[in-house]
């Protein structure tokens, strides 16, 4: 537990990034959050540094992730597929099977030291889900859960349809996160048809210009998805630099 809480998170706006650039720079600030927690222990509290937070805004390129838990087989294409979709392939350290991620696509990436919010990994899923069930409600797109599957979904109660809208997979040590959600803005679905979504073959993939037959302007998402994970979790926000 932190002696000294900041409830500061840095809102960074890193545009259009390779995902390999994007992974290195959460790995930066990772290893720097558990580096200063750990420096904090020996010492008396006046002398220790408070942990920082951030959550990361991007787009990222095609490109297919494979977690910890996935499977290989869940990825449809070969290598000479992978090329001729332009799509790159990681296998990487998050929770989770294979997704997608590529352009009209906004991926969060909150590294947030949850000593400074509260210790509870399923409270912090469920905080990043209603994040994004909060913001498709502003577009009038009743979005929710469904039991035993992670993200958000659409038609989530009748289930006549099913389809996921927001995948999500983090990462947590000594309570710092990274990694996180997708959700879905002006995708181009077709990508989910080459691999099989988090190892679910039977239900779709939709993305929320499909949904309100229209592109949907991506800045104003992340202005409302900023603002809900503000006032879910309580943060002091520092603007986007």
């Known amino acids: 537990m932190n002696e000294i809480i900041n409830k500061k998170v ?17 790995e930066k600030l990772f290893a720097e959050t558990v580096a200063l927690k750990i420096s904090n222990r020996p010492l008396v509290l006046a002398e220790q540094s408070p942990s920082k937070n951030y959550v990361l805004f991007v787009e990222h390129p095609h490109v297919y992730t494979l977690g910890k838990s996935g499977k290989e087989e869940n990825l449809l294409l070969d290598e000479n597929g992978l090329k001729d979709h332009n799509a790159q392939y990681y296998k990487i350290n998050r929770g989770g099977d294979i997704t997608y991620h590529g352009p009209g696509q906004l991926v969060g990436y909150p590294i947030l030291d949850l000593d400074n ?26 979005a929710g859960r469904i039991e ?35 959700l879905n803005v002006n995708s181009d679905v077709s990508y989910f048809g080459h691999i099989i979504p988090c190892g679910i073959d039977d239900k779709a993939v939709t993305s929320l210009h499909l949904e309100l037959g229209r592109t949907v302007e991506m800045q104003e998402v992340k202005v409302r998805v900023k603002q809900h994970l503000i006032d879910l979790f309580e943060m002091e926000s520092i603007e986007f630099i």
């Not at 509260?118 to 994004?132: C, G, M, P, Q, V």
């Not at 979904?153 to 710092?176: F, T, Y």
Request: some cysteine; hydrophobic content about 40%.
């Open 117 to 142: 919010f509260f210790t509870d990994i399923h409270k912090y899923l469920r905080f990043l889900e209603e994040a994004i069930i909060l913001t498709l409600a502003d577009y009038g797109v009743p």
């Open 10 to 26: 840095e809102f960074r706006d890193l545009g259009q990034l390779d995902y390999q650039e994007a992974w290195d720079y959460q």
């Open 148 to 182: 035993g599957l992670t993200g958000v979904w659409i038609d989530h109660l009748e289930q006549k349809n099913p389809r996921k809208i927001c995948a999500m997979g983090v990462k947590s040590s000594r309570w710092v996160t990274m990694h996180g959600f997708a």
